[in-house]
């Protein structure tokens, strides 16, 4: 198994929160100066846990700048375990958890640099002239990942304007959400000749587009894998040409726009409780359960964990989305004596 | 009976590093963290960087002193292209200078990384709150801009 999330080698691990609570950190980019270092060198890498101390956190950093590679790097997560009362995170919506909401002129999270990871935060800014990003990852930097990343404008107005920018060179978002800003969810946009990756990624109910494909270099170099786009006010997927039709797969619209090879076009999605921004299959869904391209020996970022940490089972064929359906519940099956019903997989 | 003064501009808190790293990272006295006066800082924060309060500039233009230095300048923010990085970060409070602002700080004590000395605050040293602080200092003349070379 591959979770998503990657974890680095010898970790250092401070911790991020409101003051008086304890923590090391009570601002981002005091964090990220002060492990702006020479990883490799030191055989070290630099990671922030962050606590759920306040409603939201008014906040903003650019990673930048730290010598790092594939086994020495820096993350921003939150603190605890998932699944335990300790954890921090999101619960798969952006109803709880950690919440970065920036009221300033900057990108709420902004980074260059190789190997850095974000992680299951909810992130949102607040910004009159809509012109801002919530999250950038571009060049120099590559093999960045944001994963479990939720991006949402609860107060809606002023505030949406534009999603996640997905800039440089073999950068990726995998499992993440950008649900209500006023114009696109994501916009990537790979320098020439150089691809992008977005991996079971959701765009919904953005004003305009859920996925730009018009912004990069022309060429055909953005990778969408089991992606899914629902309600937005354009293009669920924007027909600008500059998806990689021939290496994306699996994904899925409400329109006629899904890009790549086994595409789902016109399609019906069933949500958990839309109305709640709970974004989760539900049972009925029909639209993307079972849907998905098992994505657990993915040449450029295999992985097999979903937005919930739950591991994506290859025989039961992925979900395409954020989520892979199952059921909180584990049922004896009426239909079947002595078989053991997870929602509707029968395991023996 | 005391009488109430508006303030004209809002006050932030900077956090300045007190110490210099290879070139393109942190140097002493850059500004490495702005925000709104929050009631205290982390158990890290206190001996790695000096907090100030300031005041004097417009509501957005604080969140512009925690940025870098990039050459070419993208006048949209949006750096696409090429670029050549030229500092980590663009605005500095020199401890020269603001020695000449507050000539009773400890230099010394400030540039000791394991020291948790706040000359402009009283510290509380179990939770790192603030009890009490010594009252914003003005950006003009303290604040140095090191793209244009120049004092704000």
């Not at chain 1, 999101?90 to 980074?111: A, E, K, L, R």
């Not at chain 1, 990756?197 to 270099?217: H, T, V």
Request: proline letters at 4%.
């Amino acid at each position: 198994m591959a979770s998503s999330r990657k974890v680095a080698t010898n970790e250092n691990i401070s911790t991020y929160g409101a003051g008086g609570f304890g923590r090391d950190f009570t601002v981002l980019s005091t964090w990220e100066a002060a492990s702006d270092l020479d990883l490799i060198s030191a055989a070290q890498s630099e990671v922030l846990e962050l606590y759920d101390d306040a409603a939201s956190f008014d906040d903003f950093v650019k990673v930048s700048g730290a010598t790092a590679n594939s086994t020495y790097f820096r993350i921003i997560r939150p603190a605890g375990v998932k699944g335990q009362a300790s954890w921090q995170g999101h619960d798969g919506t952006p109803n709880n958890g950690v919440y970065i909401h920036s009221t300033g002129d900057d990108i709420v999270f902004d980074s260059d640099e190789d190997n850095y990871q974000l992680q299951d935060l909810i992130i949102g800014y607040t910004r009159a002239d809509q012109n801002n990003f919530s999250l950038r990852m571009e060049d120099p930097g590559t093999f960045q990942a944001a994963v479990g990343v939720i991006q949402h404008h609860a107060d809606g107005g002023l505030s949406a304007g534009r999603g996640m920018m997905l800039a440089g060179e073999d950068n990726f978002f995998i499992n993440c959400l950008v649900q209500d800003t006023d114009r696109f969810g994501y916009d990537p946009r790979p320098g020439s000749g150089l691809f992008v990756y977005l991996y079971n990624c959701c765009a919904i109910n953005n004003g305009q587009d859920g996925f730009l494909s018009s912004n990069s270099d022309g060429t055909a170099n953005i990778v969408l894998k089991n992606c899914l786009a629902y309600g937005n006010g354009g293009e669920d997927f924007e027909t600008g040409g500059e998806f990689d039709e021939t290496n994306s797969t699996n994904n899925a619209s409400e329109d006629a726009t899904a890009p790549g090879v086994n595409e789902r076009i016109n399609q019906t999605f069933t949500f958990r409780n839309a109305g709640s921004d709970d974004w989760h299959l539900d049972i009925n869904d029909a639209g993307a359960r079972d849907f998905g391209a098992d994505l657990s020996a993915d040449g450029d970022y295999a992985f097999d964990d979903d937005i919930d940490f739950r591991t994506r089972i290859a025989a039961w064929t992925w979900d395409i989305g954020f989520d892979e359906y199952f059921s909180p519940y584990p049922i004896m099956s009426d239909r079947e004596p002595d078989a053991l019903v997870f929602g509707n997989r029968i395991v023996r | 009976m005391t009488t109430f003064i508006p303030r004209a501009y809002p006050i932030a808190e900077i956090a300045i590093a007190v110490e210099s790293r290879v070139p393109e990272r942190i140097q002493e006295g850059d500004i490495c963290g702005v925000r709104k006066p929050q009631v205290g800082i982390g158990l890290k924060e206190a001996s790695q960087f000096l907090w100030l309060l300031i005041e004097g500039l417009e509501a957005n233009e604080y969140s512009i002193l925690n940025t870098p230095v990039y050459e070419p300048f993208d006048p949209t923010g949006q750096y696409n292209d090429a670029k050549t990085r030229f500092d980590k970060k663009r605005f500095c409070v020199p401890l020269a200078r603001l020695l000449q602002v507050a000539p009773t700080i400890n230099l010394a004590r400030i540039r000791d990384t394991a020291d948790d000395y706040q000359p402009f605050y009283t510290l509380d040293q179990d939770d790192h709150l603030w009890l009490t602080d010594m009252g914003p200092l003005s950006h003009e003349g303290l604040i140095f801009d090191k793209v244009t070379g120049a004092y704000l």
